[in-house]
C-alpha cells in the first residue's frame, strides 16, 4: 500500500469530509461552547452533540470560508501531543512553561494546523476517513491543577480543543497539586474532552506481590471501569479510550482494551495513521529537554510510516538492547533515508530486503533504564518534513515491582 503523504482534493470534497466541523469549533469556540452547554443542560452526551451536523446555514458559511481557503490537502495522518503541567514550579521533566506553550499553540494556529478534538481524529483514522493534512489533537494526562489554572484558559483563548486523561483517585481524596472534579466539570461544560487514565496511575504492565496474571487483569479491569464510571458520573463524558499510565502496556493490557472496546494511547513519539495500532497509539510527549520551539514545529508536521512487521511485537523485554526487525510499506519516502536511533546514537542498519522494506536495527548500547527507546525516521520526499516512528521497550517482567 502506498502511503499517501498529501493529496490535493477539491474544495467541494473537503466541504464534505466529517472533519469540516472541527473548522466550527476554532473561531473563538464560541459557538461550540454554547452548543456543548445547552446539550449539557438537556442531558445530553458529547457523542450526541459531535453526532449532530451543523444547520444549513451554517454549512453555506462554511462552504464559502471553505471555498476562500481553497485548496486544501487531505491526508491518512495526524499528531497526537501529550503534556503534564503547564507551570514553572512543577517538575521540569515534565512540564512546559506558559511562555513555551503559547509559542507551540501560535505555532499551530499561525501555521494553519487543523486542531481537531481527540474523539473526532480517532474517529477518522479509525474508519480510514481523509482529514486535513496538519491536523493535530492536544493531549494533557493527570489532572494536575496547572491545566486548569493555567493551561484551560489559554487554550480557550486560542479556541482549541483538547483532551485531558485523568487519574481518577488523586481528585476523589482532593490532593493537593490536582484540580477538582468540579474543576473537571467545568472543563467537561466547556466542550474539553475527559477520558479515562486509570484510577491510581498503576504500572499496568506489572503484578502486585503474590498476584497471578489472571488476577492482576481482573484487577485492572475493575479499575479501569470504575475510573470510567466515575468519569462519566462527573462529567457524562463516555469516551472508549484509555492512555496507559506511564506510556507501558503489554500485549494482556492491549487484550483487555479490545475485550472491552476501548482503544489505548501511549506515550511512545509518532504520527498516528490509518495503519495505526489503536490499541496502543503514538503521542509527542512535551515537557523537560523536549519543549524547545523547532523541536515542536518538526514533531507535529510528522507523517505516519505504514509498518507491515513489528517483531518482535510487545514493548516488554529482559534485554538491556534488543533487535528489531521492521518492515516499512513503500511510501512517499526512500529507504536508503532512512534512519534508526537508540537513544540519540545511530542504530546499525542492517536490510534483510530492501526491497519489502524489511530491516533488522541492533545496537551496541545498553540500556539499564526500566524504558527506553528506539527511533526511526525518513524525509517525505521533496519536503522538511519526517515520517516517525518509535519503538518503546519496558524492561520489567510481570511481577517486578521497580
Ligand atoms: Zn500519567
Known sequence: MVVKAGIIVNVGAYRQARSYRTALARPGSLLQNETLNNAA??????????????????????????????????????????????????????????????????????????????????EALRERRQIPDKSVAITFDDGYSSIFDTAFPILQEYGFPFTLFVNTQPLNDSMSGYMSWAQVKQMSDAGVTIANHMENHPHMVDALPGEDMAARDQRLREELLRAQERIEAETGQNHKFIAYPYGEYDPANKAMLADLGFMGIGQQSGAVGFDADFLALPRFPFGGSFTDLNDFKQKVQTLSFHLLKVDPESQMTQERNPSLTLQFAAGDFNFRQLACYAGSQPMQMEWLDQEQGLLRVSTDQTFNSRRYRYLCTAPLRGSNRYFWYSKDWTRSTPTNQD
Open 41 to 122: 443542560r438537556r442531558g445530553a452526551s458529547t457523542k450526541d452533540f459531535m453526532n449532530r451536523r451543523p444547520t444549513a446555514t451554517l454549512n453555506l458559511l462554511l462552504g464559502a470560508l471553505a471555498i476562500a481557503c481553497a485548496p486544501i490537502q487531505a491526508a491518512e495522518h495526524a499528531t497526537i501531543t501529550l503534556y503534564h503541567h503547564v507551570s514553572e514550579s512543577t517538575p521540569a521533566s515534565t512540564s512546559v512553561a506558559p511562555a513555551v506553550f503559547r509559542q507551540h499553540l501560535d505555532h499551530l494556529r499561525d501555521e494553519g494546523f487543523n486542531v481537531m478534538p481527540l474523539p473526532e481524529l480517532l
